[in-house]
């Protein structure tokens, strides 16, 4: 069964639980999803489905591209996505794949593209902490400080903490819980925030690393001794029971 549909973020909100808490959550408009294009094993090399989501204008495609979306008979979209699957037998092409294959409770993984922040300094880019406000300080306060040695090695460092470009590149989220699911409406609520801007387009999956219980505390030894003494003292007085 699929897990995976393509949805696009609208923006952040709360709800209250059947507890009474707050939780904050981004909505976001998932599917319908329709298969475009099955691929399989014998033409491909691989078994996929190809999904679309947002419907385009035709007038905005090209005649190839417009060719590849005949097929499934639904018109053009603005994003295609593949989904390995193991077997495509079980789907036809113009088939939509909704929000309901998720539910309340679900934990997913989230994919999206995080917002760009140009060029950036070594403050906002890695989190340094700056010179200090006096003391001396001229003109120096938000630097990032020596950047290498002299003759020896005579050169920077590869992966040395720089200003640079900041943001706009794929971000995965794991684990984030499905608070709420309206089918009628498309929409999902997430707990939490999920990478990207508004209208951003994200890819919503079942999550691949199931969150971790937390481990058991191991009991102290002044426990273990209490309890051997009750342990003992419940085998005395049962012996003592079956003498008399």
């Known amino acids: 069964m699929v897990r995976e549909i393509i ?19 981004t909505v976001v408009e998932a599917g319908p999803c329709p298969i475009v294009q099955k691929k399989t094993k014998e033409n491909d090399g691989y078994a996929a489905l190809q999904i679309g989501f947002g419907k385009k204008k035709p007038t905005r495609v090209n005649r190839p591209l417009m060719g590849h979306f005949k097929n499934c008979g639904l018109g053009p979209f603005y994003v295609l996505k593949e989904l390995r699957v193991d ?5 036809e092409l113009g088939q939509q794949i909704a929000v309901d294959i998720f539910h309340p409770g679900d934990l997913v993984d989230v994919t999206g593209t995080s917002k760009g922040r140009g060029f950036s300094g070594v403050i906002k880019r890695h989190g340094f902490r700056g ?4 003391h001396g300080t001229h003109e120096y ?5 020596s950047i290498g040695s002299a003759a020896d090695p005579s050169r920077t460092f590869k992966g040395k903490k720089m200003p640079g470009h900041f943001g706009n590149r794929k971000v995965t989220v794991q684990n984030i819980e499905v608070v709420e699911v309206r089918p009628e409406q498309n929409l999902i609520f997430l707990k939490g925030a999920i990478p990207g801007w508004r209208n951003g387009i994200v890819t ?22 209490v309890k051997a003494k009750a342990e003992a003292g419940e085998d005395a007085e049962e012996g003592k029971k079956e003498e008399s």
């Open 141 to 145: 306060f938000r630097h990032g400080g």
């Open 87 to 91: 077997e495509v037998d079980s789907y």
């Open 204 to 225: 919503i999956k079942g999550a691949k690393k199931a969150a971790v219980p937390p481990r058991p505390r191991p009991p102290r030894k002044e426990e273990v001794e």
């Open 131 to 134: 010179a200090p406000g006096s």
């Open 7 to 25: 949805g696009k973020k609208l923006g952040m909100t709360r709800v209250f639980s059947q507890e009474g808490n707050l939780v904050p959550v």
